[in-house]
């Protein structure tokens, strides 16, 4: 099947992300909101960052306009009903991307292929909201969609070869480096990198190092961008608690078990720099103070 238009559900940092990257790639692109207030704000971000583009000499003026013009931003699931892919960046909560899927089912043909951006939910417990299993796969981007290169694939044990192939296809035609990934909690990336940021955790709870010593070991040792704890405050120690508290449940492993010390940070209401404190404090933004324990 020939892909022409995409429907994304969900308008946020990974839907807006989601969005521009399909309409840069040629396809005509629908993303849906449950306001238009939302629509407006997500179209807005995907204009500034385009503009950006334009600035810095990636891609021509008249392409900006091309690309918009392939964008079209809606409030209602009905327009969603032609698209050949829809891709959901909703919620990370089962109930509500059930709920969504389920009414999507009843909307589109029998060809259209569904996709869940989910970071944690297992695809087979979204899919099962369907009738079309076989037509429904995993595609998690990560963020910012525009910029990072990497989108994880993922297959179910109910998954046609061939729509799996279709959507490897798909992700590449995104310019994004699709890896094949199969349904299991956390995937591929997640599955390696929570339990990495758990272990860091413990290691300052332990005493091994302070938070500036571990993140510069990680960074000048290893050659890591950035080091655990910068890196939780930027992914957001809500959202890390989140997806460790999921995968334990799927596993039982202690590697994927919270430490105390990020579960009382996340009640305290330190949830990295979206909050404006984690493992640093970011009163000053250019000059982060990192915690002592």
Request: proline share 5%; glycine share 8%; hydrophobic share 45%.
């Amino acid at each position: 099947m020939a892909i022409q238009k995409v429907g994304v559900v969900g308008c946020g940092l990974m839907g807006s992300g989601i969005t521009q990257v399909s309409a840069q790639a040629g396809f005509q692109t629908v993303v849906r909101e449950v306001s238009s207030e939302l629509v407006e704000k997500g179209l807005k971000g995907i204009e500034k960052n385009l503009a950006r583009l334009v600035e810095k000499g990636t891609i021509p003026e008249q392409e900006k306009d091309a690309i918009r013009s392939r964008l079209k931003g809606v409030t209602s699931l009905d327009e969603l009903k032609d698209c050949d892919v829809i891709v959901e960046a909703i919620i990370e909560k089962l109930p509500a991307k059930r709920e969504l899927f389920s009414a999507l089912d009843d909307l589109c043909p029998a060809r259209t292929i569904f996709a869940s951006n989910t970071s944690s939910l297992t695809i087979t417990e979204i899919a099962a909201a369907t009738r079309r299993p076989q037509r429904f796969v995993g595609l998690h981007f990560f963020n910012p969609v525009p910029v990072m290169k990497l989108v994880e694939v993922v297959r179910t044990i109910a998954t046609d070869p061939a729509v799996f192939e279709e959507m490897v296809n798909f992700g590449a035609k995104l310019g994004k480096t699709p890896v094949r990934a199969h349904d299991s909690g956390g995937f591929i990336v997640n599955r390696l990198l929570v339990p990495y940021l758990l272990d860091a955790i413990r290691a300052l709870e332990e005493g091994v190092g302070s938070v500036v010593d571990i993140d510069n070991s990680m960074k000048l040792g290893c050659g890591y961008p950035m080091g655990p704890f910068t890196l939780l405050d930027f992914v957001g120690l809500d959202t890390t608690l989140f997806i460790a508290q999921i995968m334990f449940e799927e596993y039982k492993e202690k590697r994927f078990a919270a430490p105390p010390l990020l579960k009382r940070m996340v009640l305290a209401g330190w949830h990295g720099k979206k909050s404006g404190r984690g493992f640093y404090d970011y009163a000053d933004p250019a000059n982060p103070k990192p915690m002592s324990v």
